[in-house]
């Protein structure tokens, strides 16, 4: 249920000028690539586009906590160590959240875009936009900023097996193969992601693959198949 701004909440409804962009899905449903790629794509329309991130500021607040307590950096431990901390950073992220109504990460990623801002024209890109709870929440926070949301899930396709006819290490892709997303990896994820599908500006999905060319071939396909993107981008 969305909650409603009190007089005590510190809100960052600042504008920013110029427009952004925000991408939103589950862990390890390929964000940073996609963030990555655009970049690349954009540069080559002479777009200057930038990454920024909540989560690079909670993991900043917490990192020599890690540190000091337990000594693992959150920027280079192994993933199974990153599930072991999620817990925590999941929380501590909560919990600012909560006190501020949405406004915490959200008025501190702001600072650097205009910090950024000053320097030279970028277009902001927000790889992790989760929450749309509060009145200035971060999916709110980036419609009010003249931005667009694109939700992205990541596929497995399904793959059948038949030993009898081609033997027990033979797979092949059938014409009715249907497509295993990526799951949310905790109770927040489950609870929020399908709200923020449902409020994204567009969809994206992609199956799993390790090959870039690929993976850029088929954002750059996303962004001719979508004439808004294209208009709103110039």
Known sequence: MRQKRTSKQTTNNQKFSRKMIALSGVARSGKDTFCKLLIEILSERGIKARRYSFADELKNDLNSFFKDRMGVSIWSCSPEEKELLRPMLVEYGKYWRIKSNGTHW??????????????????????????????????????????????????????????????????????????????????????????????????????TNDNEIKLRKEIEAFLSNNPKIQKWLT
């Open 106 to 207: 959200t008025s501190k990623v702001l600072k650097k875009i205009q910090s950024d801002a000053t320097e030279q024209r970028i277009l902001p890109i927000i790889t992790d936009v989760r929450y749309s709870v509060y009145e200035f929440d971060e999916a709110d926070w980036v419609k009010k900023n003249n931005g667009i949301l694109i939700h992205i899930e990541r596929y497995t396709n399904k793959i059948f097996r038949d030993d009898s006819k081609y033997g027990s290490d033979f797979f092949y892709h059938c014409p009715n193969m249907q497509k295993i997303f990526i799951k949310p990896v905790n109770d927040e994820e489950l609870r929020n992601d399908p709200i923020i599908k449902s409020i994204a500006d567009f969809e994206f999905e992609w199956e």
